[in-house]
């Protein structure tokens, strides 16, 4: 099983006991999500030495002090490595008070930009910014060529078809197990199974309400998906295997 969007920089996971963990629950590929170029030098050091292991590097939107030329050549410089997957987290967040627009959709296009030049596909956080993401990923479609996944997707089964016209993928973590999620169900249902995707964004949204996530909770939210497609747990795990494949081609077998 797969989780294609979890955070352990800073996290204060207790190693190795919670790499064993993980394992143990048949989760064999993990990719580290990097929020800023400090998680993203973090994430790339846990992959070396942690088979299964990758990471993405990237600047979330709310993490853009300092944002500049600099971060951008430094973040092409950490993708080199034959473990960095893609670019990300990166995109807009418009959910606490005066978020500064210009700045976020600056950021979130140069490192589109830099994401086309790497040969790279993009994880994209988006954020009670539906209209916004749509219109710059419409505007730079063309640099869209490498395939993008909307993480922790949100936005409802009436606006995913939007999204898939431009080639996304979609991932679902924890919040699709909680009763009340019927969002969340919806664009489950929705979704073609040739773009669906699993997740933690641990140690957040942890299918138990209340607890610490961790990527051990995957086949907890592999089995809700398989559930809300009507289909096996193993066509949903293969299916997801594929996707992640495609989307990410780096990841080894």
Request: proline share 5%; aromatic share 10%; glycine share 6%.
């Amino acid at each position: 099983m797969i989780d294609v969007h979890a955070h352990f920089a800073e996290e204060e996971y207790e190693f190795p006991a919670e790499w064993e963990k993980i394992r143990a629950a048949g989760v064999n590929t993990v990719i580290l999500a990097s929020d800023t170029l400090k998680h993203a030098k973090w994430h790339s050091e846990f992959a070396k030495t942690h088979n299964g292991c990758y990471f993405t590097v990237g600047v979330h939107p709310s993490e853009l002090e300092n944002f500049g030329r600099e971060t951008v050549k430094t973040l092409e410089e950490m993708a080199a490595d034959e473990k960095c997957v893609a670019v990300g987290e990166i995109g807009l967040d418009y959910h606490y008070p005066d978020p500064d627009k210009k700045a976020q959709r600056a950021a979130f296009e140069a490192q589109l930009m830099a994401a086309e030049e790497l040969s790279l596909p993009v994880e994209i956080h988006s954020r009670d910014a539906c209209a916004d993401t749509l219109a710059i990923l419409r505007e730079h479609s063309g640099r869209l060529e490498r395939g993008f996944l909307m993480h922790c997707y949100s936005y409802g089964a009436e606006n995913l078809g939007e999204f898939l016209e431009l080639g996304a993928y979609f991932s679902f973590g924890g919040v699709v197990c909680f009763k009340n999620a019927r969002r969340a169900a919806e664009s489950v249902r929705v979704c073609p199974m040739d773009r669906i995707l699993s997740e933690t964004d641990s140690p957040y949204l942890s299918p138990f309400r209340g607890e610490k996530n961790s990527p051990a909770n995957i086949p907890v939210i592999v089995e809700k998906l398989a559930e809300l497609k009507d289909v096996t747990l193993y066509e949903m795990c293969e299916a997801i295997k594929g996707n992640a494949a495609r989307l990410f081609p780096k990841l080894k077998p």
